[in-house]
T-cell receptor, first 114, second 108 residues
Framework: EAGVAQSPRYKIIEKRQSVAFWCNPI?????LYWYQQILGQGPKLLIQ????????DSQLPKDRFSAERLKGVDSTLKIQPAKLEDSAVYLC????????????FGQGTRLTVV | RKEVEQDPGPFNVPEGATVAFNCTYS??????FFWYRQDCRKEPKLLMS???SGNEDGRFTAQLNRASQYISLLIRDSKLSDSATYLC?????????FGAGTTVTVRA
């Protein structure tokens, strides 16, 4: 079974530039998550989709971050404009729906803002 | 108060030793609990789910104490390959919350 696919793996940009990340979840997984993981910290949820609807974006900095999942499958996360503090690993995960559903993660995109 | 709190460690243990650590959660309505393992510069991977009665998976034992709102992970007969950061994860309804992780280093 194919896992969660993310691209690119690494990205270096200058502050105030824009960047986009892509995620393709495991086939059949209705729930898709984007997490931000800063070095030394646990993953922090940015946004969660169920199919193509947003169920939680309370921690998404909406003045600069946006995400979409138009057809309920793959998703993109965009940052515009980037700040130095956005340097982190951006992890996409997916799961089935349900209380005990476990999340499976992609390899992440390591973003460095200089 | 953070939703999920963990002792960051590090726990430095010799091969063959037993190591155990806890995680506390703040929301009494939490429904599901998991331990994830994260190797350096890698993505988190599910280690095991935690069930109310406690459960084992080989050398790993997880316990849940709902009254005190904590879960624990015990690793017996530690191997060098157990060196990693262990993330405690709690689900409330649709939301998964992660702790910051406990770092374990097993030395030869």
């Amino acid at each position: 079974e194919a896992g969660v696919a993310q691209s690119p793996r690494y990205k270096i940009i200058e502050k105030r530039q824009s960047v986009a990340f892509w995620c393709n979840p495991i086939s059949g997984h209705a729930t898709l998550y984007w997490y931000q993981q800063i070095l030394g910290q646990g993953p922090k949820l940015l946004i969660q989709f169920q199919n193509n609807g947003v169920v939680d974006d309370s921690q998404l900095p909406k003045d600069r971050f946006s995400a979409e999942r138009l057809k309920g499958v793959d998703s993109t996360l965009k940052i515009q404009p980037a700040k130095l503090e956005d340097s982190a690993v951006y992890l996409c995960a997916s799961s089935l729906i349900g209380q005990g559903a476990r999340a499976f993660f992609g390899q992440g995109t390591r973003l460095t803002v200089v | 108060r953070k939703e999920v709190e963990q002792d960051p460690g590090p726990f430095n243990v010799p091969e063959g030793a037993t190591v155990a650590f806890n995680c506390t959660y703040s929301n009494s309505a939490s429904q599901s609990f998991f331990w994830y393992r994260q190797d350096c510069r890698k993505e988190p991977k599910l280690l095991m789910s935690v069930y109310s009665s406690g459960n084992e998976d080989g050398r790993f034992t997880a316990q849940l104490n709902r009254a005190s709102q904590y879960i624990s992970l015990l690793i017996r007969d530690s191997k060098l390959s157990d060196s990693a950061t262990y993330l405690c994860v709690v689900r409330v309804d649709y939301k998964l919350s992660f702790g910051a992780g406990t770092t374990v280093t097993v030395r030869a």
